[in-house]
């Protein structure tokens, strides 16, 4: 109940600073059209109609943040959180448009100079819109790392850009009324391609978290100290995280117990863990098992020796997952391999023969598994 209430609080806030930043452009566009027809300018009234068509980036997120709270359903069993991410990806491209836009424009501007005319007017408006831009993209974006929010944070470095693209008019004005001369071109050139450029990163992040990016070491961490505090853990091993919206994981684990304990202890632990993972972190964790061989017998000795084997390899980061099927003689066991291992089924071979050697009366089975999340 108190994650479905956190969950609620955030989208609420991120429709909240959605509205501010429509209001805010709205204002803006309001006093520029005012200022343009008193001062009978229409670059100051167009530049009013680009103010509203800024708010269109708020008004996705506010769309976005109220699909993604749509209830999972039979087609969409894990809900419809990463619509926040298609948000942050349709701002972020209106970001990378309006750089390319601007950057021909600044080049026309280079080869095609022209003599602009700067009034008192025009320069009101310009501070007022470099102050109003600065002062809420600012907001917005702190606002969209603090709630995670990349539909936000994009929104808001939108209006930092707007605001910089307005304060190199303000500077190319300051040394034309100076000097009378124009780099309205050249500015606006370096500009746009830094727009471009932060448009791209933009795109980035919520494209990777599409794409299924590795999540932060720092929590994969923290999971891994969180469930070897529980007394019966002896290791955890294959961590599996799928991010499905800022409010969603799903994922899974394996842990070593000894196999002494009985299957309702077993139960019962891994019950505690995907609990506490659930409260802590919003993760809905799957807890597998492996068993640690006890007490004297011939399972507990082939343990030691293939463990024993195996980690004498550089080439091994890890080795878990020991498991002896007496009936049919065989061993399996799980190897994670250094990333500068390439031939992954050569590197099986070699490993298995080299065990088969030691013990040739068992069947040898190399799993060769890969460390998602570390």
Request: hydrophobic share 45%; net charge negative; glycine share 6%.
């Amino acid at each position: 109940m108190e994650k479905f209430q956190n969950k609620r609080n955030r989208s609420s806030q991120i429709i909240r600073i959605s509205w501010i930043g429509i209001i805010a452009n709205v204002l803006l566009a309001g006093f520029k059209a005012i200022i343009g027809l008193l001062a009978n300018s229409v670059a100051i009234v167009m530049d009013a109609v680009n103010n509203l068509s800024d708010a269109l980036s708020s008004v996705i997120t506010i769309i976005g943040t109220k699909l993604s709270q749509r209830p999972a359903d039979r087609k969409h069993p894990f809900g419809f959180g990463r619509i926040e991410y298609f948000s942050a990806i349709i701002i972020a491209v209106i970001v990378l448009s309006a750089g390319i836009t601007s950057l021909i424009e600044s080049v026309n501007k280079i080869f095609s100079p022209t003599t602009p005319i700067y009034t008192t007017t025009t320069l009101v408006v310009i501070v007022v819109a470099i102050v109003v831009k600065l002062i809420l993209g600012l907001f917005v974006k702190r606002q969209g790392q603090k709630l995670k929010s990349d539909a936000l944070i994009a929104s808001g470095s939108d209006a930092l850009f707007d605001s910089i693209i307005t304060l190199s008019t303000l500077v190319s004005a300051g040394i034309m009324l100076l000097w009378n001369i124009s780099l309205d071109g050249i500015l606006g050139t370096l500009i746009s391609i830094v727009i471009i450029k932060a448009g791209i990163e933009m795109l980035a992040s919520p494209i990777n978290e599409l794409l299924g990016a590795r999540l932060s070491q720092d929590l994969v961490s923290q999971i891994k100290k969180e469930t070897l505090a529980f007394e019966s853990v002896h290791g955890v091993y294959d961590i599996i995280l799928h991010n499905y919206g800022p409010n969603l994981i799903i994922g899974s684990l394996h842990i070593n117990v000894y196999d002494t304990m009985t299957a309702y202890e077993i139960h019962g632990l891994t019950r505690r863990i995907s609990e506490q993972m659930f409260a802590k972190h919003g993760i809905i964790m799957t807890v597998g098992v492996y068993a640690i061989a006890t007490g004297e017998n011939r399972q507990t000795e082939l343990q030691t020796i293939v463990l024993q084997t195996l980690a004498k390899h550089k080439d091994i980061v890890q080795v878990h997952g020991f498991y002896f099927f007496e009936t049919e003689q065989r061993i399996s066991v799980d190897v994670v391999p250094d990333i500068s291992v390439h031939d992954e089924t050569s590197f099986a071979q070699t490993l298995t023969e080299e065990l088969q050697q030691i013990i040739p009366d068992k069947t040898i089975t190399i799993i060769i598994d890969h460390n998602y999340s570390e």
